[in-house]
């Protein structure tokens, strides 16, 4: 059994971690199911464990998270809905590749919910959409970021998870160079022209995400 939480306003980050320290510890130890959490944070960035200092080029903008996640740095903040995963990746099958796929995947679902196509892009962490609206790039069709994902697992409970950019201020990226990318953009599905809302985007996650990410096995 997966607990759904959904939490309104903004939630502190460093609780946030708090939180899915301990939910993953009792996951582990077998005294609290498994769970996604729905959150928003306040503006701010956050550093992987692969973050490069150059790539923090506002450093005073928003506060800066360092996390053991894996990834570079990443922006959050309001407009954008954050699915933090506390799953037993033991119980999937002990495979993070797979698992991480899976997330790709649920994402790439969700969007489809919204008649966008989502791509995943060897090399570049993270879902893509082309943007046939704009001009071509010397690389070809103009891609833009709109979806990142990065976790960490602790004896193979996993935290962190996906973000999806629903109406996100998109200047506050403007601080970071996103997941190391230069030459690629980020949008949301509002930039895109949609009339999407962050209760539509909860309704979709859910929707897809028995069809998406491997089920626990006894």
Request: a negative charge; charged letters at 25%; glycine letters at 8%.
């Amino acid at each position: 059994m997966v607990e759904w939480i959904t939490t309104n306003g903004l939630t502190d980050y460093a609780d946030a971690v708090a939180f899915m320290e301990t939910r993953a510890d009792a996951i582990y130890a077998g005294t609290a199911d498994e769970c996604i959490w729905l959150v928003e944070h306040p503006p701010l960035y956050t550093a992987g464990t692969s973050a490069k200092i150059e790539d923090l080029t506002d450093p005073d903008r928003f506060p800066v998270h360092d996390t053991k996640r894996g990834g570079q740095y990443t922006y959050h903040g309001p407009g954008q809905r954050v699915a933090y995963v506390m799953l037993d990746v033991g119980k999937r099958g002990h495979d993070v590749r797979r698992f991480v796929k899976d997330l790709e995947t649920w994402v790439i679902a969700t969007l489809a919910e919204f008649n966008v196509t989502g791509e995943i892009r060897d090399g570049r962490v993270g879902v893509w959409v082309q943007r046939d609206d704009k001009p071509l790039t010397p690389l070809g069709p103009a891609e833009d970021k709109i979806a990142a994902l990065g976790i960490r697992l602790r004896k193979w409970i996993s935290f962190h998870g996906i973000s999806i950019n629903v109406e996100p201020d998109l200047s506050h990226f403007d601080g970071i160079v996103p997941c190391g990318i230069t030459d690629h953009g980020v949008t949301s599905l509002v930039d895109l022209g949609l009339p999407v809302t962050m209760d539509d985007v909860d309704v979709a996650l859910r929707k897809t995400f028995d069809a998406t990410v491997t089920p626990k096995h006894p």
